[in-house]
């Protein structure tokens, strides 16, 4: 193959001419002169036996050969371009491995995990969501938390919690707000009774996520707050794990009390709604903490971190996410 081509620094100098019908700017783009480029030029017209490029009235003007190949040459320095970057970041790959309850994981993390692809396509990344490995009263235990990232190889952690992890390095992500959250059809004017104000919910059943972890919130504070009055706090469904809460809320089955970003796909998706804009502002928050003890992929992980605190700002919850 090699003796049916011609060198490639020719091949490289047409392709930037032909593009922007240039010698100057070729010249300018692969860093070389004008008289390089119009001598790589000339090589390959000697070696083709036919001219590229015409001279008229300053401009410059593509044979019909060079018109016919220019857009396979331009795929063939694309698939060039495109096994350098397949060989550099095979040498280069770095791995981490990154843990956060499955609730999280799911409503909020792996939906933006592509666009971290798309930036740092070298780093691979392993999604542990285990949630008796993120529970916030073990990571107030100082000494567990070393024991578990040395057992679990685990890199970055991503906790619901108070925020108090003595030895470790942590970083607020985001406060969040609770807030109720219905299918539209509940408040549909055509429902037997429609969702219009907070003591409305008398006639709604509640639905409950029950995941057990601390500062999670409940109906009996939500309605405390807004001075609601006459409702038992406990009854309806309850569940063991948030998507099976959201999922009965999406199907109409009643009012959920949820951390919004848990929330947030299916509102942004017509399959929920607010009824009333009435956010309990909850104390805890979600942390980023990692060991003090710099792991061999610090790089990776430092990159991973400061992705986070982006999307936490740059790409917030919308309706009120309140990322610190």
């Known amino acids: 193959?090699?003796?049916?081509?011609?060198?490639?620094?020719?091949?490289?100098?047409?392709?930037?001419?032909?593009?922007?019908?240039?010698?100057?700017?070729?010249?300018?783009?692969?860093?070389?002169?004008?008289?390089?480029?119009?001598?790589q030029i000339k090589f390959l017209e000697d070696y083709l036996g036919f001219a590229l490029v015409e001279r008229k009235n300053r401009t410059i003007v593509l044979s019909k050969g060079a018109e016919a190949a220019l857009p396979k040459l331009r795929q063939a320095f694309d698939y060039l371009a495109d096994a350098v970057h397949l060989m550099r970041n095979e040498t280069h790959r770095e791995h981490i491995t990154v843990c956060a309850a499955p609730s999280f994981a799911s409503k909020w993390l792996i939906p933006r995990l592509p666009r971290f692809s798309r930036q740092h396509p070298e780093i691979d990344m392993q999604i542990n969501s285990n949630v008796g490995l993120v529970d916030a009263d073990l990571q107030q235990d100082n000494r567990a938390m070393d024991t578990f990232f040395r057992q679990n190889q685990v890199d970055v952690v991503i906790g619901f919690g108070a925020g108090q992890y003595p030895g470790d390095s942590v970083i607020k992500l985001f406060a969040v707000s609770a807030v109720p959250v219905c299918s539209p059809a509940l408040l549909n004017a055509q429902h037997p009774h429609p969702l219009y104000t907070p003591a409305d919910l008398v006639f709604h059943t509640l639905l409950h996520d029950d995941t057990n972890y601390v500062g999670h919130p409940s109906w009996s504070k939500w309605l405390k707050l807004q001075g609601v009055e006459g409702i038992n706090a406990n009854r309806g469904l309850h569940f063991n794990h948030v998507s099976l809460a959201l999922d009965a809320a999406v199907d109409a089955q009643g009012v959920l009390l949820s951390i919004k970003p848990l929330a947030q796909a299916d509102i942004d998706a017509g399959r929920l709604c607010i009824p009333f804009d009435l956010p309990m502002p909850l104390e805890h928050a979600y942390y980023v903490f990692r060991p003090?003890?710099?792991?061999?992929?610090?790089?990776?992980?430092?990159?991973?971190?400061?992705?986070?605190?982006?999307?936490?700002?740059?790409?917030?919850?919308?309706?009120?996410?309140?990322?610190?």
């Open 1 to 39: 193959m090699s003796q049916q081509l011609p060198p490639l620094n020719a091949l490289r100098a047409f392709e930037a001419v032909a593009r922007h019908l240039s010698f100057t700017k070729a010249a300018a783009e692969l860093h070389v002169t004008r008289a390089a480029i119009s001598h």
């Open 292 to 324: 003090q003890s710099a792991p061999l992929n610090q790089r990776a992980c430092d990159v991973f971190v400061e992705w986070l605190l982006e999307e936490a700002h740059q790409n917030p919850i919308k309706g009120g996410l309140n990322a610190h």
